[in-house]
């Protein structure tokens, strides 16, 4: 289940490292534009965390020549010195094409979704923040309206003893939860530990990765939001966080190969990380492909992967990021 014993061998493209991303970029997702949005210096119980200082949120241009991240300025009543964030996703408003930020927050541990709206270039204003006992562990979360989303639970209780002792049993009781202003219920059940959701581009389908399962599971959105399940995929890692190619609908997953390095974080063993593309995930036989791979040497723990033109950024849970060239 933690596939403890796993080694990866190395499999590298041209990377570099990203300038100011030093604690962490868990989650990422790139817009039509070319300009990523990248959540930054998680604090996850059980995990390391190198960084003391609240968590951030950076934007970066990738149609720059040499893109460089820059933090963005948060305006409105949240409290920056708790902030701690966690997946993200956007939603475009096609009334005026207005751009809203969703982010799963974890302040003093807790639960919430906080919505911002990018007002200017480098600057979004808090608009809301959300709670409710259904969303009682959010790790991911994909935005389907301005205060509309389904999210996913990675915590049956909120002891996280107990909460590892169960995904070891392997027992399913974990789920992801659609939130309206108008109502909130669980849409799918039965997942070990529920980590990323997205969405395909023609918003027919929603995919969700029950991480200790190794596995990408495939529902069909029906009216209403309800969610039907259509098949699993094998991935064969602990892939966390999915991003969806808009232009071919590929997934891209950011995956731990090896769950209790990651945990451990052994300077002389460090996690590894790995980034697997899911391509024509609706065929028969959906085709899974390793695009990178390395032993922790260059970067520790991925968690998120994105494609963009010839790029591929590639996030982590607590260490650095990088930006790749694609052959």
Not at 156 to 183: I, R, T
């Amino acid at each position: 289940m933690t596939l403890a014993t796993r080694e990866i061998s190395v499999k590298h493209l041209n990377c570099h490292l990203l300038k100011n991303i030093e604690s962490g970029a868990e989650d990422l997702t790139i817009l039509r534009d070319g300009l990523a949005i990248i959540s930054t210096g998680l604090k996850y119980p059980g995990l390391p965390s190198f960084s003391d200082d609240p968590g951030k949120i950076y934007i970066l241009d990738l149609l720059d020549p040499t893109p460089r991240p820059v933090e963005l300025q948060i305006k409105g009543g949240l409290d920056l010195g708790s902030f701690n964030p966690h997946g993200i996703s956007v939603y475009i408003d096609d009334a005026d094409d207005s751009i809203y930020l969703f982010v799963v927050n974890h302040p003093k541990h807790e639960s919430k979704v906080e919505i911002f709206q990018l007002v200017e270039e480098n600057t979004i204003v808090h608009q809301k923040t959300i709670t409710h006992e259904l969303l009682h562990s959010v790790n991911d979360i994909v935005a389907v309206g301005v205060e509309s989303f389904y999210a996913t639970n990675d915590h049956s209780f909120p002891n996280e003893v107990l909460h590892l002792l169960l995904v070891l049993v392997g027992l399913p009781w974990c789920n992801v939860v659609y939130y309206s202003p108008e109502e909130v219920r669980v849409v799918a059940n039965g997942f070990v530990s529920a980590n990323g959701i997205n969405m395909s581009p023609d918003k027919r389908y929603v995919y969700v990765s029950d991480i200790p399962d190794h596995e990408i599971e495939v529902f069909e959105r029906l009216e209403g939001e309800h969610l039907v399940h259509v098949k699993s995929v094998a991935v064969g890692s602990l892939c966390d966080n999915i991003e969806v190619d808009r232009e071919t609908g590929d997934l891209w997953l950011g995956c731990h190969p090896n769950g209790m390095k990651l945990m451990k974080n052994d300077s002389e063993d460090p996690p590894g990380s790995e980034v697997i593309r899911i391509q024509n995930i609706h065929a028969e036989q959906p085709v899974v492909t390793q695009v990178y791979a390395d032993n922790g040497s260059v970067i520790m723990g991925s968690s998120v992967a994105a494609r963009y033109g010839r790029k591929l950024l590639i996030g982590t849970v607590y260490h650095r990021a990088l930006c790749c060239d694609l052959k």
